[in-house]
């Protein structure tokens, strides 16, 4: 026995067996429809479900009845309201609600890009103010490396002229110790009394040594001044 669903206009209901059925009092032109059937059809259209058809006289032609008009109005309403009153307001509502949607999006973004603004501003004062600080303890080095350089020049602008001061007073005593040498080479060679010729040979040979040591001296001592006049000209 085949069990069949009903359809009001709105809703489907189901499924009914046909005792079931008899108690709904189904016309001929109710919607009802069975497994295997393609589509619905009108109950007067199965055979099955003739024998308890409920017989529903013709409505008058002359008006139609009141039920008939309410069921035409209902099905034009959607929760109380005309379907385009309906249609008009989901789609106002879904505006609406799409409209706030995208300002939240959007105020999130700039919130969001404003946010990264600050974070790179900050990151740009904080390198600008490192550069600053790296720029100072250049600056500050620099002055160090030439205060430091200033001192050494001095230093060795001191040592240098003590030196020279130093080389100046052996000079000045080498060359009184070198004319003392020549007149004893002279005397040396005039005085013949007491002594024989190898002795004389042999301390005039002993003076002519001393004076080529004490000349190689005193041009050592020559070179090392000019070399510290040049080098005291580069420091000044």
């Known amino acids: 026995m085949n069990t069949y669903y009903l359809h ?7 499924p009914f067996g046909l005792e079931e059925l ?5 016309t001929s032109s109710t919607p009802v429809w069975c497994q295997g059937m393609p589509d619905w059809k009108n109950a007067g259209e199965v055979s099955e479900l ?7 006289p013709p409505p008058l032609k002359v008006a139609a009845p009141k039920p008939k008009v309410e ?3 209902k099905n034009h309403l959607i929760f109380g309201i005309k379907r385009s009153y309906f249609y008009l307001a989901s789609t106002l509502f879904i505006l609406i609600i799409g409209t706030f949607i995208f300002n939240i999006v959007r105020e999130n973004r700039r919130a969001d890009l404003e946010l990264k603004n600050r974070i790179t501003e900050k990151d740009n004062q904080q390198y600008l103010i490192q550069q600053k600080e790296i720029e100072q303890q250049k600056k500050l080095l620099a002055e160090q490396e030439q ?3 200033e001192r050494i020049a001095i230093e060795k602008k001191e040592t240098i002229t003590n030196r020279l001061l130093e080389i100046q007073n052996t ?3 080498n060359t009184s110790d070198l004319e003392i040498l020549k007149r004893k080479v ?7 009394f007491f002594r024989t010729p190898e002795e004389k040979t042999e301390e005039i040979n002993l003076i002519q040594n001393q004076i080529q040591s004490l ?3 005193i041009e050592k001592l020559e070179q090392e001044n000019n070399q510290l006049n040049l080098e005291l000209e580069r420091i000044r």
């Not at 008899?22 to 189904?26: D, L, R």
């Not at 003739?50 to 529903?56: D, K």
């Not at 002279?186 to 013949?192: E, M, Q, Y």
Request: charged share 35%; proline share 0%.
């Open 50 to 56: 003739r024998s308890i058809l409920i017989t529903v």
């Open 215 to 217: 000349k190689k001296d």
């Open 8 to 14: 009001d206009g709105n809703e489907s209901s189901g």
């Open 186 to 192: 002279i005397d040396a060679s005039g005085f013949k």
């Open 22 to 26: 008899k108690t709904k009092k189904i």
């Open 147 to 149: 205060i430091e350089a």
């Open 71 to 73: 069921k035409i109005k």
């Open 171 to 173: 000079l000045s005593g």
